[in-house]
C-alpha cells in the first residue's frame, strides 16, 4: 500500500465469538476514525428545510458526519454473514447496527445475568488438570476472567491470583509457599506470577 501499512481484515462475527468480535471492530473502526460517531451517533436533521437553516460551518460538520457514519456501517456490514446482516439491515446508521448487534449476540439484561451466573461457576470450579503445564491453566482462567469483565463482573487481579495459586497442582506447593510469602499478592501482576511459575 502507498502509505505503508498493511491491509486490514474485518473479523467476521459468528455465533460464538460476539466479545472477542467486539473487540477487535471497536480497535478497527478506531484506526478508521469511526469508532466515536457509534459510541455517540449524531443528530441527524428530520428535513431538507432544517438542512437549509444551518450555516456553512454546520453543513460540513453534517456532511462528515454522515459520512463517517456510512463509512462504519460499511465496515460492521463487512463483518457479518447473510443472518448477521439481517439482523441490521433496517437500522438506519451505524449506533443503530452496533445496538442491535449487541442485543442479539449478547441478549438483554436477563440473558446478561445468566451468563454472567454461568461464568462465576465456571470460574469458581476452574482447578489445575494433571497432566496440564502452566500456560495451559494460566489460559484457562485468563479466558474465563476475560469473560466475566466483558460481561461486568468486577474482578481484581489479586482474586485471580489467589485463585491460581490455591488450585496448582500439588507439586507447586514449595513454590506457592515461596510466592505468598515474599510478594506482595495486592501488588502482583498475573503476567508477573506465571512468569514466577
Given at each position: 500500500?502507498?502509505?505503508g501499512?498493511?491491509?486490514?481484515?474485518?473479523?467476521?462475527?459468528n455465533?460464538?465469538?460476539?466479545?472477542?468480535?467486539?473487540?477487535?471492530?471497536?480497535?478497527?473502526?478506531?484506526?478508521?476514525?469511526?469508532?466515536?460517531?457509534?459510541?455517540?451517533?449524531?443528530?441527524?436533521?428530520?428535513?431538507?428545510?432544517?438542512?437549509?437553516?444551518l450555516?456553512?460551518?454546520?453543513?460540513?460538520?453534517?456532511k462528515?458526519?454522515?459520512?463517517?457514519?456510512?463509512?462504519?456501517?460499511?465496515?460492521?456490514?463487512?463483518?457479518?454473514?447473510?443472518?448477521?446482516?439481517?439482523?441490521?439491515?433496517?437500522?438506519?446508521?451505524s449506533?443503530?447496527?452496533?445496538?442491535?448487534?449487541?442485543?442479539?449476540?449478547?441478549?438483554?439484561?436477563?440473558?446478561?445475568?445468566?451468563?454472567?451466573?454461568?461464568?462465576?461457576?465456571?470460574?469458581?470450579?476452574l482447578?489445575?488438570?494433571?497432566?496440564?503445564?502452566?500456560?495451559?491453566?494460566?489460559?484457562?482462567?485468563?479466558?474465563?476472567?476475560?469473560?466475566?469483565?466483558?460481561?461486568?463482573?468486577?474482578?481484581?487481579?489479586?482474586?485471580?491470583?489467589?485463585?491460581?495459586?490455591?488450585l496448582?497442582?500439588?507439586?507447586?506447593?514449595?513454590?506457592?509457599?515461596?510466592?505468598?510469602?515474599?510478594?506482595?499478592?495486592?501488588?502482583?501482576?498475573?503476567?508477573?506470577?506465571?512468569?514466577?511459575?
Open positions: 500500500m502507498a502509505n501499512m498493511a491491509p486490514f481484515q474485518v473479523p467476521t462475527l455465533n460464538n465469538n460476539y466479545d472477542n468480535w467486539s473487540i477487535e471492530m471497536k480497535a478497527l473502526l478506531g484506526s478508521q476514525d469511526v469508532w466515536d460517531i457509534i459510541e455517540k451517533g449524531y443528530n441527524e436533521l428530520a428535513d431538507d428545510a432544517a438542512f437549509a437553516a450555516t456553512p460551518d454546520q453543513k460540513t460538520t453534517l462528515d458526519s454522515r459520512k463517517r457514519d456510512k463509512k462504519a456501517l460499511y465496515l460492521i456490514y463487512q463483518a457479518l454473514d447473510d443472518d448477521g446482516f439481517e439482523k441490521i439491515s433496517s437500522a438506519s446508521s449506533k443503530e447496527a452496533w445496538e442491535k448487534l449487541q442485543t442479539s449476540y449478547k441478549g438483554s439484561e436477563q440473558v446478561k445475568k445468566v451468563r454472567l451466573q454461568t461464568l462465576r461457576g465456571e470460574f469458581e470450579s482447578h489445575m488438570k494433571v497432566s496440564e503445564s502452566i500456560s495451559d491453566y494460566f489460559s484457562r482462567v485468563v479466558a474465563v476472567s476475560n469473560q466475566l469483565k466483558r460481561n461486568g463482573e468486577k474482578l481484581e487481579d489479586v482474586r485471580i491470583i489467589e485463585k491460581i495459586l490455591r496448582l497442582d500439588p507439586k507447586f506447593e514449595h513454590i506457592v509457599v515461596t510466592i505468598e510469602e515474599t510478594k506482595d499478592l495486592e501488588e502482583m501482576t498475573i503476567e508477573q506470577l506465571q512468569g514466577s511459575l
